[in-house]
């Protein structure tokens, strides 16, 4: 396979792992989301919201993230059948509990300087209808979107490198490839 084909199938990967990466961040953080606004008048404490919203946003995620790398983004693996082996699963979902820890500890490192700094508790959002929203969902929205970014590039390296590998014999066509240009 040449440099260019190959260059050319990675970035079609990475375009449809964001796409993937996209819709499972909106599914992610519209269950955040509700979660946080259904239990902000609970008793629980903050960082129990925090836990709670992430996890349940992260149930959701990583089951469609499953369905749609499996099904769709990582097309070419060394074998398709063993991703739907209970292994298999077992050690995506373990991974993606990786990176549903470093999405928590994002959005809890987010929640305590926000509410350290500006006195906001994003744990406390309400659901406004107004054009600009109010601050603690701006401040909500972007702690999200920072934990995502974070999530999403742990699921991309586990998954690339340890999941969903390239067959290695076309990594040895390439070597031969390159050998005999030279």
């Known amino acids: 396979m040449k440099k260019t084909e190959k260059n050319k199938k990675i970035s079609l ?4 792992f964001a796409i993937t990466g996209a819709v499972c961040a909106l599914l992610d953080f519209l269950t955040s989301y509700l ?3 259904l239990l902000k ?45 209970f292994l298999f699963i077992l050690i995506f979902v373990l991974l993606s509990i990786g990176g549903w820890g470093l999405s928590f500890g994002t959005m809890e490192l987010c929640r305590i300087i926000i509410q350290n700094q500006s006195g906001i508790n994003i744990n406390e959002v309400k659901i ?10 701006w401040l909500f929205a972007v702690s999200f979107a920072l934990k995502t970014l974070v999530g999403m590039v742990w699921n991309y390296l586990t998954r690339k490198f340890i999941l969903y590998k390239a067959p290695k014999e076309e990594k040895v066509k390439v070597e031969e490839n390159n050998n005999e240009q030279e």
């Open 13 to 16: 990967e990475i375009i449809r």
């Open 128 to 137: 406004a209808f107004s054009a600009l929203g109010t601050a603690d969902f």
């Open 35 to 37: 979660v946080t606004v």
């Open 41 to 85: 008048n609970s008793g629980l404490n903050d960082t129990l919201i925090v836990a709670l919203s992430t996890l349940a946003g992260f149930i959701v995620g990583v089951i469609t993230n499953y369905l749609l790398s499996t099904i769709w983004v990582f097309k070419n693996v060394r074998e398709g059948t063993k991703s739907r082996s």
